[in-house]
């Protein structure tokens, strides 16, 4: 499968974007989707876990400010990201887990600066 992110770009301290990951294919099958970023100097860490059920998971650092969701019928995949700091700046990534497979999207880099 393979993943396309789309949705960034620079956005002043306060403002939003909504990021989306386009599959190839149906991700019905995939129950283990979810986004990740990446800050320059730092290891790749996970921002928000979108399962095909159960709940969705965020850290402490984004919680309350982003949201994350999937759209089956399109094979597609969001984050709502509200009150953005600069402290989010990051190449953003798409992810889809399955049979021990994990697959990535090419990143959109999204830069919170003002």
């Known amino acids: 499968v393979q993943l396309v992110e789309s949705g960034g770009g620079m956005v002043q301290p306060g403002g939003s974007l909504r990021l989306s990951c386009t599959a190839s294919?149906?991700?019905?099958?995939?129950?283990?989707m979810g986004w990740y970023r990446q800050a320059p100097g730092k290891q790749r860490e996970l921002v928000a876990t979108?399962?095909?059920?159960?709940?969705?998971h965020y850290p402490d650092s984004v919680k309350g400010r982003f949201a994350a969701w999937r759209d089956n019928a399109k094979n597609t995949v969001y984050l709502q990201m509200n009150s953005l700091k600069p402290e989010d700046t990051a190449v953003y990534y798409c992810?889809?887990?399955?049979?021990?497979?994990?697959?990535w999207g090419q990143g959109t880099q999204v830069t919170v600066s003002g």
């Open positions: 992810n889809a887990h399955a049979d021990s497979t994990d697959y």
């Open positions: 294919e149906s991700i019905f099958g995939f129950n283990d």
């Open positions: 979108v399962p095909r059920y159960g709940s969705r």
